[in-house]
């Protein structure tokens, strides 16, 4: 069988092939063309990038070297297709790290090397899938899931590569989860798509770099309808909450349909795959109810509501809401942004933009073209944005800058935002933030939010609200800003992680009482006294310098599905982390996470922090050292009964 990601045959016409190499990815291409004509030394000559950064997709070369380059590939694709498209032969190790330094200018590590290639599947492999040493068994090991997100989805799939009895419980009508629920104008990724995808599911089809939500839900249905996870899902439906019992070493997990009926299931292990940013956060602000206009959240936006010349209040400006500004502003007859926090943004070009035909077709039939692209843009967030987030303990005043390289970002991304609007002094003032560069995310923009801000119809409010009242709010300043419609794009409750399900493990403990403000589990999958409970994306998992949570969520279920495996093949009734592995590592995670700027004091609103400014939510480690952490699971971690 033709390994998948060598490209389908093409018989497309030499025109045709030198138009759609004025769209793609020079560099890229490049590679591929090692592939096709089996020769090296097409990337040994003068010919290669300059550098790379983020969404920088052509590595900084010239208009002359690409044009060299698109004639060169001409000839070589033109014999490629002559020879009828034949499947490479595969290419040893070494001229592949070889190929990878030399697309990105940077040295690969060699401890890279193997999560890179797994990453890329280059030899067709999917090294993530499911291990079923064992086979018996498994009818008597029934799984639920909770969430048909991107994570749970992935779950369904894995499980059933398994083999394994499996029931999917989700709360919406479809799958996808974020991607199903918010349906807020403007909605995006802004991780690339051609590397936010299953590894092991790209597409040649997104429309967008960074596709709009109903592209990426439609990708989610897609993949659930080719692996047929559907049937396994109970639609419309929420866990309440569930319970382990140690007599039978099962989980009972209580549902509520949509119609309010309950029901229940029966379980060996349980996966929660529900996300960190699901449950809506709407701000307590006083007098909120008696607003006689309509007012919704961003992730449940009421599009019965005409926003078309009417007076529109939006509190709240973060990922969110820095997509549904620009996305309303143009019809709206007034839109006021009420912003407690300036946002740090960098210059992302390809935001907005199409992916041209040419790269399509480059996709569906260079070898391997998708895959090195993928590489490309997994490369610059790869922990190197992780290693620029570390605080420098003897840098000077650290309410600004927390090292000298956070002091370089401040002033590079001061300057995008400052050249924007320099000529509007009271709008740059609002929009330069007072905290260090990268503290919350970092949003990317093609210059669509500050063009918006500096609209006839758009005003930017940094003044505390005080309340609402029937028709309007009124900010400290007594200043009353009339609204016939609010928009809360004011983010979810983060902090409570798994709310708001109640979840009882061993002895009848309350896993909401046991974690409080404080949720942890070990590598952020497992937790003592849960026995054969796994958290997907669960504590100390979200990304807030790189990478891709898709990646995440593969690590941990190749993670959970060997746990699985385990606990069949070993004929265990459970598995549980020890206490004392258990505490080390959240003592280990803390200890690194005090040294990020996202706990730097002087971020003084953050959704990544709890009431006491602890940050329990996302990951202070290299994405290579949670790779290989979670590679494989250490029986020695836990308890087996
Ligand atoms: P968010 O980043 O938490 O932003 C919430 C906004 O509401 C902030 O401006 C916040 O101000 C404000 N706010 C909250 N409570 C408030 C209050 N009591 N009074 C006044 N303002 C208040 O939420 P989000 O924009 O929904 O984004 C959440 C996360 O979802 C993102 O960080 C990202 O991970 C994900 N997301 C991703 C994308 C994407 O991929 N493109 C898009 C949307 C969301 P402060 O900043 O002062 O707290």
Redesign the pocket.
Known sequence: MRNPHAGQPFTTSDEEIADALLDVSIPTLLLSLVHMAGDPSLIRGALKPAGLFLNEVQGYMSEDDKAAARAIALEVIVDYRARGCPEPEPIDGELLKEMMEWLVCDPVPDEYVPMLLEEMELDGRDLRAASTSERSARDEFPVVVIGCGESGLLAGIRLKEAGLPFTIVEKNAGPGGTWYQNTYPG????VGNHFYCYSFEPTDEWTHFFAEQPELQAYFQRVMDKYEVGSHVLWQTEVTDLTWHDDTATWTVRTRGADGSTSSLEARAVISAVGQ?DRP?L?A?EGRDQFSGSFFH?AEWDHAVDLRGRRVAM???????F?IAPAIAEDVGHLTV????AQWMFPNPNYHEPVGAGIRWALRHLPFYGRWYRFLLFWPGCDKGLAAARVDPDYPDQSRAVSEINEVTRMMFTEWITSQVGDDPELAAKVVPDYPATG??TLQDNGSWLRTLTRENVELVRTP?DHVDADGIVTSDGVHHPAEVIVF????QATEMLWPMTITGRGGADLRVRWGQRPVAYLGITVPDYPNFFCMYGPGTNLASGGSLIFHSECQMRYISQCLDHLIAGGHRYMEPRRDVTDDWVRRSQEEMRTMVWSQPSIE???YKNADGDVYSLSPWRLVDYWTWTRRPDPGDFTFG
């Open positions: 909605a995006r990724v802004d940013l956060h701000p602000i961003s509190i709240g400006a973060g990922a969110s809401g997509q009420f912003q407690r926090t919350k995310r609200i794009a004011t983010g979810f609103h953050s959704f």
